[in-house]
């Protein structure tokens, strides 16, 4: 029968304390509200832990029992030992008393005060125990873990064990010696003999042992560790070799910090376990602590669903037979070593294997293996490229890793498929690979053709795509400069409009999106964009999008107005009718450049092979890029006029001002030539119209009873779903429901609150409820993904809208295949619709 515990626990920090003690005060202060205020002169020295008080194992079995915080740290216990072992001494019999305890468990700082659990045992009434046996076995486990996934033998693997003779540290000293491994044991030495301090290993093992006193001092071989002192803070990440894996079991931490972003070093939290599936801590009725528990905290529960209330682990000598015992016990009942954890955050399998390759050096006799590539290009990332897009990736299912792509369909390593809505936010019109271009390619490589000469001669294939582009292009836009990307077309559309007009303001709209340069950024409508970077260009002014009045102000004295056909990552929001042959006839009188950034839109994407050629309209200027060359190579251009081309560079001296080193290449050009022939020869702006059309009049058909979707809109290939994300009033009622619910008048509490505090929780409410509507768009990215293998993603500018982008190339039965998953996913989430969503289930008996 399942025995009733009680834990002892303390914090690990002074952060830790802290959150113990501000528990305590909002305790006290929620009795008095209660009006159950503690009596006059009451002395506590525990803080209970509520959400502990009973777990329901893998077995079915289930103990009840009690865990309190002593609010003083590991230092604050050792540094007056014997006033700590009195007061925990108290608190256990306090526990057999006041809950009922049959088993008391200790931590690491209140097993130590009381000479690792056996004093303590000695003067209280009811069994004890320090939990180093299971701590030991979780500690052994996962090195035992990282050995497997690094391929190595225990043999040929020294490991060095910070801590030695300590309790923790012996026991894992025999049991790594058992397993093979030559050990560096890190102890205090000082004027100890060697004999001294091996005499607890049996003398078979003596000389597979070094004895050092600093963790620098271990072999240059020694890439493992396992710190367990009784200090804390020892070990530098900074200091050690990269490849190393530290498994820290050290209450404090031996390794204070997390390794520096970038570095090849590890440290995993040691001597934890994490509940399975089949585990319920507490009632089910709220979360509950149950993953990377400690090892002293686990194996009293995992003893109290044994009913096996005795002192299991005291002193320092442990038995490794109950290490072993207590591991199995453990697992039975659910609890696992695995998964790693770091610093609190999950490790998994090829967080530990990328570091293979500093424990086995490839050698001319035998190289090392080919890496991983889906799983060495996650950490490369994460390392070498952008930490928190890596993490962010992670956290939402982004992080997977093609290998593959043709057409609309996106393949990773292990052969799944995944239909791309993306399509490199628009580079990719003509879908991934396509046979065309990629051939093209390869013919020009076979010819040998020169790709870099276009300062030094002038270049073919340069010259004809400009040709082409000036003769396909809306108006008369007889001159092209060619750049690498979108941003730097447009910076070359600003610096043409103020070269050639003389003048400096620049206009652009509100939620617009040019790119991120410091030109391009000067003319982006969004202020979390631009706001780490100022100052920008000054003499720039933002109208809102689709507002003639507000232009026809701005535009009188202007270089030039920049603007969108369709703002892409505003939200794929399209203007007014009539709106654009407006403004350009605004711009016209005023004498300012008409700049139709088309980077998004432009080749195919909205059913034309421009945007412009919906209105008839005539750019002075018009930006290129993305798809120009089918995604393959980075090209972007800038058309325009000869009269405003002539008047910003037509002269020898000015002919030069604006170029670019790569801009114009002949490699870049062929693929835009091979573009350009796919877009006309298989009329892929009219396969975009008919195809777009078709998916959003199916999109609004299923998203109709959820009123969740606010809105299906888009032109072409370029489809917006925007999702009502307002939760505003949802902490303001949960806050309320919690006062009005839980026993006294706590609106009294809340009232007395400063008015600085309540301003701040009623800002990070607001900011909760609308952290919820995002999450809502990225529900479905994720889902989609990963459920459905549909890839989507949020606008740039708006992140309650999914943009619905993908190659032109898609048929009506992938259409059809992404309505179907977004109708399903719907229907997961037709608690958020109202009532009109709801449908009986078509397994339900009838009434």
């Known amino acids: 029968m399942p025995a009733t515990f009680g834990f002892l626990a303390h914090p690990i920090s002074s952060g830790h304390r802290n959150q113990v003690r501000a528990l305590d005060l909002l305790g006290r202060l929620f009795d008095d509200h209660r009006g159950t205020p503690e009596p006059p002169g009451t002395r506590r020295h525990h803080v209970p832990v509520p959400l502990l008080t009973s777990v329901t194992s893998a077995t079915g079995a289930t103990a009840t029992g009690e865990v309190r915080h002593l609010p003083y740290t590991a230092q604050q216990l050792l540094a007056r030992p014997t006033t700590a072992r009195d007061l925990v001494v108290a608190e256990v019999s306090a526990l057999r008393e006041e809950a009922g305890a049959q088993l008391v468990g200790l931590g690491g700082a209140t097993s130590i005060v009381g000479d690792r659990g056996l004093w303590t045992a000695e003067q209280v009434g009811v069994p004890v ?74 003398p078979v093992h003596h000389e597979r042992v070094r004895l050092v006193e600093d963790v620098a001092q271990c072999t240059a071989e020694t890439l493992l560790y396992v710190t367990a002192s009784s200090v804390g803070g020892l070990v530098d990440p900074a200091a050690l070799r990269p490849g190393s894996i530290v498994v820290d079991v050290a209450l404090p931490r031996d390794v204070a910090e997390p390794p520096a ?191 870099f000469v276009q300062y030094v001669s002038m270049p073919t294939h340069s010259a004809e795509l400009a040709e082409r582009l000036s003769a ?49 950024l000067s003319v982006t409508g969004r202020e979390g964009h631009r706001a780490p970077f100022g100052p920008l260009l000054p003499e720039t002014a933002e109208v809102p999008y689709g507002d003639l009045e507000a232009l026809e102000q701005a535009i009188e004295g202007a270089a030039g107005f920049i603007v969108e056909p369709v703002q892409g990552e505003g939200g794929v929001v399209l203007p007014p009718p009539g709106y654009l042959r407006a403004a350009r006839e605004l711009c016209r009188k005023a004498g300012a450049a008409f700049i139709l950034d088309e980077i998004q839109t432009g080749l195919g994407r909205t059913g034309a092979l421009f945007a412009a050629d919906h209105d008839d309209l005539e750019p002075d200027v018009l930006c290129l890029a993305k798809s120009l060359s089918g995604g393959l190579i980075p090209i972007g251009a800038t058309l325009c006029g000869a009269d405003l081309w002539d008047a910003a560079y037509g002269t020898t001296n000015r002919s030069m001002l604006h170029s670019s080193t790569f801009g114009g290449g002949n490699f870049a050009a062929a693929a835009g030539l091979a573009t350009l022939d796919v877009l006309t020869g298989e009329d892929l702006p009219a396969h975009a119209r008919k195809v777009g059309e078709h998916l959003r009049g199916r999109l609004r058909e299923v998203t109709a009873p959820y009123g969740f979707v606010k809105d299906v809109r888009g032109i072409g290939m370029m489809t917006a779903i925007e999702f009502d994300g307002d939760f505003s009033g949802a902490v303001r009622a949960l806050t309320d429901e919690a006062l009005t619910r839980f026993p006294g008048d706590l609106h009294t509490l809340v009232d007395w609150l400063p008015d600085e505090l309540r301003g701040a929780l009623s800002g990070v409410g607001r900011a909760m409820e609308s952290t919820l509507g995002d999450l809502m768009c990225l529900r479905f990215v994720g889902t989609l993904a990963r459920d459905h293998k549909m890839l989507t993603f949020v606008t740039a500018n708006r992140t309650g809208v999914m943009r619905i982008q993908p190659p032109l190339v898609l048929d009506t039965a992938q259409a059809d295949r992404f309505v179907d998953a977004f109708a399903e996913v719907c229907q997961g989430l037709a608690l958020h619709a109202d009532l009109g969503a709801w449908q009986r289930p078509a397994t339900s008996p009838a009434s």
Request: charged letters at 20%; proline letters at 6%; hydrophobic letters at 40%.
């Open 472 to 520: 396909v292009s809306p108006g008369r836009l007889e001159r092209v400069f060619f750049s690498n990307s979108g941003t730097e077309a447009v910076e070359a559309a600003l610096k043409l409009a103020r070269a050639g007009t003389g003048r400096s303001r620049l206009v652009y709209t509100e939620n617009s999106y040019h790119g991120k340069t410091l030109g391009a």
């Open 129 to 202: 125990t320090s939990g180093n046996s299971l701590t030991v076995y979780a500690a052994h486990a996962e090195i035992a873990h990282v050995v497997r996934l690094l391929g190595l033998t225990p043999e040929h693997t020294r490991v060095a064990v910070v801590g030695y003779p300590g309790s923790i540290g012996l026991a894992i000293a025999k049991l790594l010696l058992a397993d093979g491994h030559p050990l560096d044991l890190v102890a205090r030495i000082g004027t100890q003999t060697p004999e001294r301090l091996l005499r607890h290993l049996d």
């Open 261 to 451: 972003p970038g570095s090849d070093v590890l440290v995993i939290d040691g001597g934890l376990v994490s509940a399975s599936d089949e585990v319920q801590v507490g009632d089910g009725s709220l979360p509950a602590p149950a993953q990377q528990l400690n090892g002293c905290l686990a194996e009293t529960i995992v003893l109290a669903l044994e009913g096996r209330a005795e002192s299991f682990s005291l002193g320092r000598e442990l038995d490794l037979e109950r290490v072993r015992t207590i591991g199995a016990l453990a697992a039975r009942h659910g609890f696992r070593p695995t998964p790693l954890a770091s610093f609190g955050r999950t490790v998994h399998d090829d967080d530990v294997e990328r570091l293979a390759r500093h424990h086995r050096p490839a050698t001319s006799a035998s190289p090392a293996p080919a890496p991983d590539t889906a799983a060495e290009t996650p950490r490369r990332f994460e390392q070498h490229v952008n930490p928190p897009m890596a993490r962010l990736f992670a956290a939402h299912g982004l992080d997977r890793v093609f290998t593959g792509g043709s057409g609309a369909t996106l393949t990773t390593a292990d052969g799944t498929d995944y239909l791309d809505f993306i399509a490199g936010y628009g580079c990719l019109n003509l879908g991934h690979n396509h046979p065309e271009v990629t051939g093209r390619l390869r013919q020009f490589l076979d010819t040998s053709a020169p790709t």
